[in-house]
């Protein structure tokens, strides 16, 4: 049986605000905010534990007792009280979640009278106290720190750790919205002593950057390991052996190569975890961060789930740049994928979101590379270049911008220069989400150089990665029919109807009139077109 908890509490003030549980009113002095009663209920439990951890199992076996779905209805009341405080103006959270114990209130509690208090029997105040040991404050989830790296101990490897160490904070900080610990040196002694989990609470990060180097005669071996400080457990391990003379003499690329994996997993881990969390916890940058996840087996249901999410995230943080910037991009994505069913509307809403992001956050690297990948899509190539260019010096750690400018400047005309960044994104990120689509951009720039033979295994890897996306199968019958393989035309073009029975021979036309550098090295436009209408129509052999 359930327990009324709400009318048994007199008004009291929380925060700024006067909170009237008889008329289930949050008051504040520029207005009035009701709630039902049993959110007002659940308030007013968490208000008499003041400070206090009440689990969840409390609060549903009190307000709602053996009623079906308490669990989603506890839930759904914490989320509207805390977008009720958000909405009447408070600036910072009133309500904490305590990851797998429950909630307690973040302000304080002044003028409560409470009435027919409930009395704790011993194993309740141990089950209470329990909870509230094991409720210190978390670390930042976006946060790293670098463990000094062991050496061997001589003078160059002593001297080179160091470097590294400072080089590598140095790079990691350029990425947004990242939190890096400062260096520091007794760290070493720290994590030796103490381990992965005590360090992270001491440093207040999440994860952790350690590894050695030694040097054997003229040979180098540098090891690298990130760790996860919460869940204690390594999540990338990597090793380079190389020349003492060739690492010091490309000690920038080096850096880079160490900097952008290690971002590259730590966003795919808090991706991951943000899934799992309660939305109201998770920031908006991770939020959209998150949307990522859904593109390791991207698709039109996976695009429409993005759409849908990044809309959530506006209409929850209007003011939220790169949430603007991300879907204004995957908008002209849809467009460019044949998934857009308005696609004269889907442009006039990317160009709106991609102004506003730009007048919110017009220097963020996020926020620009975004930009410019929705402008590459509509062919404003300088526009493009631009944008790219820039958040890739003032974040070189995003290897979907690196890619996406190799994409450009590949069909562009710089062949090389293009293939190579597109290589460069894939050696530096290879659990990226992103990694299918590279191998077709990497694809397209071997296209526009006339490697076509090059240009279908690239086509043929981005398939493998991911099967579910269509424009690899698509562009790989673009170059059969380049090589005037009619058999492995067809078969490639049913291997689009596959994947996605939406797409049409219009949607192909109209893709190679966007991207004629992909195939003017042997065919006009007109020739190609009437070659695709054959192929599309001819009966199935």
């Not at 008889?22 to 007013?44: A, H, K, T």
């Not at 094991?134 to 989830?141: D, R, V, Y």
């Not at 990948?373 to 974040?395: T, Y």
Request: net charge negative; aromatic share 6%; proline share 4%.
């Amino acid at each position: 049986m359930a327990h009324n908890g709400g009318t048994d509490c007199s008004a009291y003030r929380l925060g700024t605000f006067q909170i009237e549980p008889s008329r289930n009113l949050i008051r504040d002095g520029s207005g009035r905010f009701r709630v039902e009663p049993r959110v007002m209920d659940v308030l007013c439990s968490l208000a008499r534990r003041e400070g206090k951890v009440v689990s969840r199992v409390e609060l549903i076996d009190q307000h709602w007792g053996d009623q079906f779905g308490g669990d989603e209805s506890l839930t759904r009341a914490i989320s509207q009280l805390r977008r009720a405080f958000k909405t009447a103006g408070a600036e910072e959270p009133y309500i904490e979640t305590i990851p797998k114990r429950g909630y307690r209130l973040r302000q304080p509690v002044r003028g409560l009278h409470r009435q027919n208090e409930t009395v704790l029997g011993e194993k309740d105040h141990a089950e209470v106290n329990d909870a509230e040991k094991s409720a210190q404050p978390l670390p930042l989830g976006y946060s790293v720190a670098v463990v000094p790296l062991r050496s061997s101990g001589g003078s160059v490897e002593e001297a080179l750790a160091e470097d590294l160490g400072h080089d590598l904070v140095q790079m990691l900080s350029r990425t947004p919205h990242l939190r890096v610990a400062a260096y520091s040196g007794c760290s070493k002694d720290q994590l030796d002593q103490s381990g992965a989990r005590e360090l992270g609470r001491l440093l207040n990060v999440h994860y952790l950057v350690s590894g050695s180097i030694f040097r054997s005669d003229d040979q180098l071996t540098l090891r690298i390991e990130l760790i996860h400080t919460i869940a204690n457990r390594h999540i990338l391990s990597w090793k380079l052996q190389e020349q003492t003379a060739r690492f010091l003499a490309n000690l920038d690329s080096f850096i880079l190569d160490l900097s952008t994996p290690i971002i590259s997993e730590i966003q795919i881990s808090e991706a991951s975890l943000a899934h799992t969390r309660d939305p109201d916890e998770v920031s908006a940058y991770a939020a959209v961060c998150s949307t990522e996840m859904l593109r390791t087996a991207y698709s039109s249901q996976r695009a429409r789930e993005i759409i849908d999410h990044l809309e959530h995230v506006i209409e929850r943080e209007p003011e939220n740049a790169f949430a603007h910037a991300s879907l204004a991009m995957q908008l002209t994505q849809n467009i460019v994928s044949g998934w857009s069913e308005t696609p004269a509307e889907d442009v006039g809403k990317a160009a709106l979101h991609t102004k506003r992001a730009l007048n919110l956050a017009p220097l963020d690297p996020d926020v620009q590379a975004a930009a410019g990948i929705a402008a590459f899509m509509k062919r404003e190539d300088e526009l493009a270049l631009q944008f790219l260019r820039r958040s890739l010096a003032s974040n070189p750690n995003n290897p979907h911008t690196l890619a996406a400018l190799g994409f450009q400047v590949g069909i562009a005309g710089d062949h090389d220069a293009g293939i190579n960044m597109v290589r460069t994104a894939e050696k530096r990120a290879p659990h990226h989400p992103r990694y299918s689509v590279w191998a077709m951009y990497r694809g397209n720039g071997l296209l526009a150089a006339d490697r076509v033979e090059e240009a279908v295994t690239a086509y043929r890897q981005a398939i493998d990665r991911n099967p579910n996306y269509h424009l690899p199968h698509i562009l790989m019958a673009t170059a059969f029919i380049l090589l005037e393989r009619f058999d492995e035309t067809r078969a490639a073009i049913a291997g689009t109807r596959e994947v996605c029975p939406m797409y049409s021979l219009q949607n192909w036309q109209s893709l190679l009139r966007k991207f004629p550098e992909l195939y003017r090295e042997r065919m006009d436009t007109a020739e190609i077109l009437a070659e695709c209408e054959k192929a599309w129509s001819a009966p199935n052999r």
